[in-house]
């Protein structure tokens, strides 16, 4: 319950507080945590369904329980908050159709055309992660880089900056003339 509604509140700061409260409350014998909307939803089925099918489709996935045991207890040992659940065994692990191309190699060489946005906190893709492909692609990209937590960032949280520069691209092509640090 708690790993997964961390999981749930880093999607939007918004959730924070709920979290928060969660936490707290599970401290303290005599309340009772009390699991809001905010931090206690499933997905819908159908993004679910599309979900894992993207991302199982997209690559070879290690089939071994072995294997995700292993990886697991070393998750463990490295992020005790989430205690491997990250590295946990997922349907991929038993997805019958192979990947139907190879994962494209980026690379700095092509039209100089890419607008990247990223939060500083996102849970599914860390900063470090974002950082490295804007590397990868060289001065074919922009990165704006909003400071703020969540995942999927155009028009989701509220951030001006961020969604000026990504309609700005989106309508007239322009992107900013050098990486750009959107505050919260």
Request: charge should be positive; aromatic fraction near 6%; include cysteine.
């Amino acid at each position: 319950m708690l790993r997964q509604s961390l999981q749930n509140a880093f999607v939007t700061d918004g959730a924070f507080p709920a979290f928060a409260r969660l936490v707290r409350d599970a401290k303290d014998p005599a309340a009772v945590p009390a699991l809001t909307p905010d931090i206690a939803y499933a997905l819908p089925d159908t993004d679910a369904a599309i979900t894992v099918a993207v991302i199982c489709n997209d690559v070879k996935w290690p089939g071994s329980v072995p294997g995700h045991r292993r990886a697991v207890l070393a998750d463990r040992a490295a992020h005790p908050l989430t205690a491997g659940m990250p590295a946990n065994i997922t349907p991929c692990s038993f997805w019958k159709s192979k990947p139907t191309s190879e994962p494209t190699r980026i690379t700095s060489d092509g039209p100089s055309n890419i607008l990247m946005i990223q939060s500083l906190r996102d849970p599914a893709t860390p900063h470090h992660v974002g950082l490295k492909m804007r590397q990868a692609l060289g001065d074919r990209a922009r990165l704006v880089l909003v400071d703020q937590g969540g995942h999927g960032m155009y028009l989701t949280n509220g951030n001006a900056c961020g969604n000026r520069a990504v309609t700005d691209f989106l309508t007239t092509g322009a992107r900013p003339y050098e990486d750009t640090h959107c505050a919260s």
